[in-house]
């Protein structure tokens, strides 16, 4: 800057490098990759204490006493609470439904559920004094199904739902206007039906109908970085949680009233977190470790092994489909009818919204004007379902899937050609009635997908002979290729963006500009949980571009600034980076009115032309350069926190399911190319492709990574992975990565992936959420391909051995 | 109980072992090196594996006490042993990444400006490979991969996509499907073959 004040050069502004559409690097991978990467079991505290969580033996009982005395007397033991111990009337928690307790209270209802909580000076030391705790059960009969829950001598999962009418539902009130019950029972958590047309009626210009039942069993998120916090009683009588969590305000709400402290004396800093899927919505050790904290006035830190984590979070829910379809010769659908059983387990959770997204999006992204449709969840005695990636659309997904290459196989047509003749476009009504707004690439995402080079044939055989670790079985050497057979099948799916039904879906983001060492710096403030999906890295990127300011640093999380909403329903980027965007566009604004008083003077420019900030400076849309941001903001800083939020949804009608209830959807294409052992019953598959529309890649390395991440869970929900629960018990058989089976780097194939970027225009800078559609369309596909490779028609996920060699028992386990 | 082992080239002693007491816990718990990660504490995802006398193990299975007297390299260690097996000189680094000529290797330049990337910490070429390919989301499994990633490109500095696949398969990864991790272990390998 000149001495008089006016600024110098007038030259072209360089464009700020890192902004959105690049492959920006992870600001935290540097950390991460040379192990300084503090997640939250990494938290330490001088004198810190362990915490450790006493839970249940059996799914279903009274606990008619607990003795505590023996625990408590251990050296080293400090604290040892049951539900008694609890400070405040408030001991119970919920997403949505407040149905949790804190600690079982007269019952347990699952398999694990936590009963007490102990804090000793060393893990092991809390762990043996845990198990000196003495529980005595009365074991009451389980409810673990549709039958069993509905059964006229049900047991009540919760025999004192608050949430419902306690009278049983009468079909007309006061006044003659007719009552919608919420649930036909107390065992349902929640129900939506979705009428539209007459499917019945439709039915009848069908030339071919199909019928199909399905099973999709229960996933686990297995997110690595097992849960885990630290709890550091303050000063003021409040306490500080260092925690890995997809939302720390919604945690907050929950924590506060338990604890019996406002909000602003329960301050929580996001730690480390090493991958969530939705298993970290929910609460899990945040209560406890603050509870044992505030009563030994020592930090507590509570870290699961594996094996508690599998019953430390919920799970995906396993559902039964049961789907009907019809269709024209000429490949057109009448109609689709469909019922779709979730079991919700034990607790509430995320229930009612699952149900809802498994009922809106049953039909997927096809042209129906006639249909039926009903979805619900049951509380039963088995573990509490809730939010997985994907949620409530994964399970529709394999299910209309698998109907729509059966209706294609009875027609006689080609499964992709069938696709593509119902694909639904840009102005399709939803079975909700609601119009698909924006670009709904469906048939252009099959016909890529399809397009794609295809794996060659034989691709274990060389001059060799077989290279055994490229065939099913792999290292163990169980063929060489003979009774190994290829398929191919293709999938595609529709997942909505961000919270439905009319949630107030905000996020908040604080923007601060100022000048440091003679350079301009932004400091972003959000409350986003950063869980691995690389939001950091996005939220830097957006504040370069609208900024034109290279240097960004991202504030860590907290609760000192207001909510951003969950890090799920892959809405972050769209919320979040909307909050970040609004903000820089607001303190944008604020710089330029500063520029305008100190130098408006200067040049006419600043009164009249579009002004833009590029590479530190002010510069007009024509690249004319009129100050340095440096020195237009001298020594202020320039600071906004704002609230930004979607469009506004509203909830589904209770009894026809019509509304505009979702704000965005995303959609993903995939082709599954596998080989299967016939004589063993193992898969290998082969390549897993995908076709996606991201609305707009702000980081195409991590879309990628999301893409490809998402498809190999539905690769492990297809051939591995399932929480098994004994049907008689309700115990849960295999809560350990022995028997949980996850995909491997030798159970993954080469994952090529095609993005396409059509704009949603309503959406910052028109992208479209990535993380989860690629999960829904990669289990019907590698399960067409099976299929396809064996001509079995195999109705349940995932798919086991025994099921190709036609070894499974009657139930299909 | 008293346990002595080296640590990343340094003697360490840890008293009061109790003698359950897994490698991972001493060193995480004891030693300040949570680098290491407890994500199964079974033996069943690799995340905390560590070379013990060169030969990658999971130190969640290692009993402290089986590592007395021992060399012990975790993730904190990487890069000083990339350097010293450079021969003493600066940590390659791999920032010449520019220079790698593979178009495989080539896609994977994300050519990162956030001056939080770190362009100037030394990393082991596996750890810089890992960033520029994106094959780190959450980062859980990242500390486990890499030494087992740089123990295998050691042993075999040009391995075919079935030998990383063999040779990482007691790792598991929830987050990025492991394709980029594959990128990542073959760019380590392509810029050092430029660099050879
Ligand atoms: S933590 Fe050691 S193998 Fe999983
Ligand atoms: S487990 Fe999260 S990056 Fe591998």
Known sequence: ?813 | MRVNLTVNGRPQEADDVWEGESLLYVLRERMGLPGSKNACEQGECGSCTVRLDGVPVCSCLVAAGQAEGREVVTVEGLAESARQRAGGGAATGARGAESASLDAARRWQAGGTDSQTGENIELAPVQQAFIDAGAVQCGFCTPGLLVAADELLERHPNPSDEDIREALSGNLCRCTGYEKIMDAVRLAAARRSEEA
């Open chain 1, 1 to 813: 800057m000149a001495a008089n004040g006016a600024p110098t050069g007038l030259t072209q502004g360089a464009r700020t490098k890192g902004g959105i559409g690049e492959s920006t690097l992870r600001p935290d991978g540097v950390l991460k990759v040379t192990g300084e990467f503090a997640y939250a079991s990494d938290m330490w505290h001088e004198d810190m204490l362990w915490g450790q969580i006493l839970r249940s033996t059996v799914a279903h009982a009274e606990i008619v006493s607990v003795d505590t005395s023996e625990a408590l007397a251990t050296p080293g033991v400090h604290a040892v609470l049951t539900y008694d111990d609890l400070p405040t009337d408030v001991r119970h928690y919920g997403l949505e439904i407040r149905d949790t307790p804190v600690l079982a209270h007269g019952k347990v209802r699952h398999h694990g559920e936590p009963v007490a909580i102990v804090a000793a000076d060393h893990p092991e030391t809390a762990r043996r004094a845990a198990a000196k705790i003495k529980v005595e059960y009365r074991e009451l009969p389980v409810v673990t199904d549709e039958a069993s829950a509905t059964a006229p001598d049900a047991v009540l999962v919760h025999e004192n739902r608050t949430d419902l009418p306690l009278s049983p539902p009468t079909s007309s009130g006061a006044g003659g206007t007719p009552v919608i019950p919420h649930v036909p029972h107390p065992n349902i958590v929640h129900r939506q039906p979705i009428v539209r047309g007459d499917a019945t009626a439709a039915a009848g210009r069908a030339d071919v109908i199909v019928e199909g039942d399905y099973y999709f069993g229960m996933q686990d998120q297995a997110f690595l970085g097992p849960e885990s916090g630290l709890a550091v009683p303050g000063e003021d009588g409040g306490v500080d949680l260092y925690i890995a969590t997809q939302w720390l305000h919604s945690d907050l709400r929950q924590i506060a009233p338990v604890l019996g402290l406002p909000e602003d004396k329960v301050r929580m800093t996001l730690s480390g977190v090493g991958g969530a899927f939705g298993g970290r919505e929910d609460l899990s050790m945040q209560i406890h470790a603050c509870l044992l904290a505030l009563r030994t006035g020592r930090p507590v830190k509570i870290v699961y092994n594996r094996f508690e984590s599998f019953f430390g979070h919920v799970h995906r829910h396993p559902a039964r489909l049961h789907y009907e379809h019809g269709a024209t010769r000429d490949g057109r659908l009448t109609h689709v009818k469909c019922r779709i059983v979730l079991d919700g387990g034990a607790y509430a959770s995320a229930s009612p919204a699952v149900v809802g997204n498994a009922a809106s999006l049953s039909v997927g992204p096809y042209v129906v004007d006639d249909v039926d449709i009903e979805a619900l969840a049951l509380y039963s005695n088995n573990p509490p379902c809730g939010a997985m990636r994907g949620f409530g659309a994964v399970q529709a997904c394999f299910a209309y899937e698998a109907q729509m290459d059966k209706v294609a196989a009875e027609l006689g047509l080609d499964p992709v050609e069938f696709r593509r003749i119902n694909a639904m476009e840009q102005g399709t009504l939803m079975p909700t009635g609601q119009p698909v707004d924006s670009p709904a690439p469906v048939a252009e995402l099959l016909r890529r997908v399809k397009a794609m080079p295809m794996p060659p044939e034989r691709q274990w055989e060389s001059s060799e002979g077989a290279d055994v670790r490229q065939l099913p079985g792999g290292l163990s050497n169980t063929t060489h290729g003979e009774g190994v057979v290829r398929g191919v099948g293709y999938a595609v799916g529709i997942k909505n963006v961000g919270f439905s039904e009319g949630f107030d879906d905000y996020s908040t983001a604080r923007v601060r500009l100022e000048a440091a060492g003679g350079r301009p710096v932004v400091t972003v403030h959000t409350a986003m949980a950063e869980v691995g999906q690389g939001g950091v890295t996005v939220h830097a990127q957006i504040a370069r571009t609208e900024l034109g300011v290279s240097q960004v640093t991202i504030r860590p999380a907290d609760t000192q600034v207001g909510s951003a909403g969950s890090t799920s329903a892959s809405r972050q980027t769209y919320v979040t980076g909307g909050a970040v965007k609004h903000a820089c566009e607001l303190v944008r604004e604020r710089v330029l009115e500063l520029g305008r008083r100190r130098f408006g003077s200067y040049h006419p420019a600043w009164a009249t032309a579009e002004l833009l900030l590029e590479g530190g400076k002010v510069v007009t849309d024509g690249g004319e350069v009129l100050a340095d941001l440096v020195d237009v903001l001298e020594d202020e800083a320039v600071e906004v926190e704002a609230e930004w939020r979607h469009r506004p949804t509203e909830p589904f009608d209770r009894r026809t399911g019509q509304g505009n209830g979702h704000v965005q959807y995303s959609f993903a294409a995939h082709r599954a190319v596998v080989e299967v052992d016939t004589e063993l019953g193992l898969v290998k598959v082969i390549e897993l492709a995908c076709a996606q529309d991201v609305g707009k890649a702000l980081n195409p390395l991590s879309v990628i990574g999301q893409i490809q991440g998402g498809t190999v869970q539905g690769l492990g929900i297809a051939v591995m992975e399932e929480i098994v629960v004994d049907p008689v018990t309700a115990k849960v058989r295999n809560p350990s990565f022995t028997d949980y089976l996850l995909p491997t780097i030798l159970d993954t194939p080469a994952l090529p992936v095609d993005v396409l970027e059509l704009a949603d225009d309503h959406a910052p800078y028109g992208l479209r959420g990535v993380g989860e559609a690629p999960t829904l369309s990669s289990t019907p596909a590698v399960l067409a391909a099976i299929r396809n490779a064996t001509g079995l028609a195999l109705d349940r996920t995932p798919v086991r051995p025994e099921h190709l060699t036609g070894t499974a028992g009657a139930d299909g386990t």
